[in-house]
């Protein structure tokens, strides 16, 4: 198309200066004569590193390839990358969060199904809990390695607070309703929430579908399987139960304009304004990072069960945070999955165990008590649920979160919500 | 045979700095007209293109699908609010940005003495960048740390301590707030430069004739000044459609929509739903109507002008 012919005509300048650079930087790399791109997520300097080493051994390795390395932080890789596939310049090796992002670049046909390189490498493929690559298949074919961490959603409390309070961390919803009512009386805020990105707000809802309706529930709705809906009971029920906890006043105020990005819940936590936060967890290393003192005072348990629901013990979050991925668009697909193979080898999945993040690796030795207990509740659990917004495909997952924006601010009524999602699914999934 | 061959060289040479003389403004001219056809009127004709088209903007073309997204832009409340949020600001800035950049001008303009690091000091919150200023105010105005909320609660003021940012209510006026704050210096400024044009004579012909400074401001500085103020609420107006950053870091159109504009909606269709067809859509009807409002307003400030 035209816009193929404007691209090349601005990448002319950014060419030449890649030739000048290429014969500039020649007599360094003499023998390297094929170059690998690789962009990731890995900023915080543990992880960067972790990956830098990896990509260093490979190239130790196969001295006539150049891995070419970009990390780029969080949000801003989320539409960097979506304007690489779109331009048709994709990186060779990308990560992403498996799911439905991925799927769309699957789906345009702009990446490489790994099913054949796993299926040749089996003892590469035996490595990984067979579970752990769900969230990277689309029509039975994988396109994924999971190699970056094991991320569940946990409800991290401040025990000082709760013995202050005679508080037993709450195991059913009658129990958690009232805990809410005790700290409140005692004026602190129950939950810290920032719900202006409006993921963390999400995460109550989708806990909630998971435990009143099981994971089948979002799976046939999502997968438009027979009988499957999003205006199922249990996401009205789910939505309702939600509602509940916004009118018993348990949240701090401002949730749906505080912003997680800038640490707010996090503030709440540590000044002891409230007492909880549902989190992935990740946020227990992030918050003996940024405050070690308050470090001491945290645990967490699990969301507590419902009345008459379906799972107990079903966990939301992802086995294999971080996917990565090669696109069609490589020259080289046998060498990118070797480097792939060195990014997920013993010696970064050791060093990322010592970083507190958890690759699914089968027989993986934890000795942290608090990362035992996370896998100790994935072994009790019979489903994964990984984010709605990022299983779903774009549209949806966005129009999940608005709607559960807008159940916090008590301005849709679980069923209204329910039936738009419902509609969106029908107009949008075949 | 001198005397003619000069004859003959004359009118070539005339002919040929003729040549020169009217070839040279394209040559001049090229350079900016093909880039100006290449970054301006080619991505404008390329996005109404893929305003007809079903495209999330990855591999393979998108389906043409005719006017369909602009049909489905027709019916889409969420556009009709952004649009509706964008004029409140449009008008919001008019009748609170212009003023108060005035009085200040008007200030400025008269402490001589002083004035340069108040005129610095005032100017101040156009320099930041709005990334930063929309961090700044998210913890001023955070309902429970933020200083504005404390100040509220230490006078006694606890009903009017609100969650500014959090609540639908407030988010688009504490927005708002936050956008005139930034903006006034640069008005602020506009004024002035019309104000140093304002010639001292008539200001002490004035004087001598005994007018209050109320009546000199309005019989004579208020006239003279009314171009500069014109085109003060063009730019007001133009640049509240098309606001984006401020709002996009403090609430990211939310929550639940109620602080939404046109770039925020057009921003997240785009890049959070991939939907490129959709997206450019709204985009380009942010183009028109931009270009509805400022063509309208051109034609009436030209009237104005005219009528004077």
Same mark, same amino acid.
């Given at each position: 198309m035209q816009s193929a012919t404007l691209l090349k005509l601005l990448k002319m300048p950014a060419a030449a200066c890649g030739l000048a650079w290429a014969t500039w930087a020649a007599p360094v790399h003499a023998q390297a004569t094929e170059t690998l791109t690789e962009w990731d997520i890995q900023v915080q300097p543990v992880p960067s590193r972790i990956v830098a080493e990896a990509q260093a051994r490979f190239e130790k390795a196969n001295p006539q390839v150049k891995v070419v390395r970009s990390a780029i932080l969080n949000d801003p890789y989320k539409t960097k990358i979506k304007i690489a596939f779109g331009a048709n310049e994709p990186p060779c090796v990308f990560s992403s969060w498996g799911g439905g992002p991925l799927r769309e670049y699957v789906r345009a046909g702009?990446?490489?199904?790994?099913s054949p390189y796993l299926a040749k490498d089996e003892a590469f493929r035996e490595r =990984?809990?067979?579970?752990?690559?769900d969230t990277a298949k689309t029509d039975g074919k994988t396109y994924g390695v999971p190699a970056e961490n094991t991320s569940l959603l946990v409800i991290y409390y401040n025990t000082e607070l709760f013995a202050k309070l005679k508080l037993?961390?709450?195991?059913?919803w009658p129990e958690l309703l009232q805990a809410v009512e005790t700290l409140k009386a005692n004026g602190v805020a129950p939950f810290a929430l920032a719900n202006k990105s409006k993921w963390p707000g999400s995460m109550f809802y989708m806990y909630l579908v998971d435990r009143i309706g099981g994971a089948e529930v979002f799976r046939k709705a999502a997968d438009r399987?027979?009988?499957?809906? =999003?205006?199922d009971p249990a996401f009205v029920e789910a939505g309702k139960r939600l509602q509940e906890l916004v009118k018993a006043g348990a949240f701090a105020q401002g949730f749906n304009g505080l912003d997680y990005d800038i640490g707010s819940s996090r503030r709440l936590l540590y000044s002891g304004k409230a007492a909880m936060t549902l989190m992935g967890s990740w946020e227990g290393a992030t918050i003996k990072n940024e405050n070690p003192e308050f470090s001491k005072k945290l645990d967490f348990f699990a969301f507590p069960s419902l009345p008459?629901?379906?799972?107990a013990t079903g966990v939301v979050g992802t086995v294999g945070d971080n996917f990565y991925s090669i696109s069609k668009?490589?020259?080289?697909p046998d060498l990118a999955f070797n480097l792939i193979k060195a990014m997920v080898d013993d010696t970064s999945v050791q060093a990322r165990l010592a970083d507190n993040r958890i690759v699914p690796i089968k027989g993986l030795k934890v000795t942290e008590p608090n990362q035992q207990r996370l896998m100790a509740m994935l072994a009790d659990s019979k489903s994964v649920q990984l984010w709605y917004d990022q299983d779903l495909p774009p549209k949806l997952g966005e129009l999940h979160k608005d709607l559960v924006q807008s159940l916090f601010a008590l301005s849709v009524t679980p069923e209204e919500a329910a039936q738009k999602m419902e509609t969106a699914a029908k107009a949008e999934l075949h | 045979m001198t005397s003619s061959s000069i004859s003959l060289a004359l009118p070539v040479a005339r002919r040929r700095r003729h040549l020169a003389a009217r070839w040279a403004p394209v040559f001049f001219l090229a350079p900016s007209v093909a880039l100006l056809l290449l970054f301006l009127l080619y991505p404008l004709l390329e996005s109404f293109h893929l305003s007809l088209l079903k495209w999330n903007g990855l591999g393979a073309n998108g389906i043409f699908t005719g006017t369909d997204n602009w049909v489905q832009l027709l019916h889409d409340t969420v556009f009709w609010h952004a649009l509706g949020n964008n004029l409140l600001l449009g008008l919001m800035s008019v009748l609170v940005q212009l003023p108060i950049a005035m009085a200040l001008a008007l200030m400025l303009d008269k402490a001589s003495r002083g004035s340069r690091i108040l005129k610095i000091l005032y100017f101040l919150p156009l320099l930041f960048s709005s990334v930063a200023v929309g961090v700044v105010f998210k913890n001023i105005l955070?309902?429970?740390?933020?200083?504005i909320n404390a100040g509220l609660h230490a006078l006694g003021l606890d009903a009017l301590a609100q969650d500014w940012l959090g609540d639908k209510r407030y988010a688009l006026g504490s927005v708002i707030a936050v956008i005139c704050w930034q903006n006034v210096p640069f008005y602020m400024i506009l004024f002035l430069a019309g104000l140093a044009s304002f010639p001292p004579e008539l200001h002490e012909a004035a004087t001598l004739d005994r007018a209050t400074p109320a009546t000199i401001f309005w019989r004579i500085k208020m006239p003279h000044l009314q171009g500069t103020i014109r085109t003060a609420a063009m730019l007001s107006v133009i640049g509240s459609l098309r606001y984006f950053d401020l709002i996009y870091v403090m609430t990211g159109g939310g929550?639940?929509?109620?602080?939404?504009v046109m770039a925020t909606y057009m921003y997240r269709t785009v890049?959070?739903?991939?939907q490129l067809g959709y997206g450019s859509t709204i985009a380009s009807a942010m183009f028109l109507v931009v270009t509805l409002i400022a063509g309208f307003g051109m034609r009436l400030t030209r009237r104005f002008e005219t009528q004077v």
């Open positions: 702009q990446v490489t199904d790994l =990984f809990v067979a579970s752990s690559f037993q961390p709450p195991k059913t399987a027979p009988g499957g809906s =999003f205006a008459g629901g379906k799972s668009a490589c020259k080289q | 955070d309902p429970n740390f933020g200083p929550p639940d929509g109620s602080s939404e890049f959070a739903s991939f």
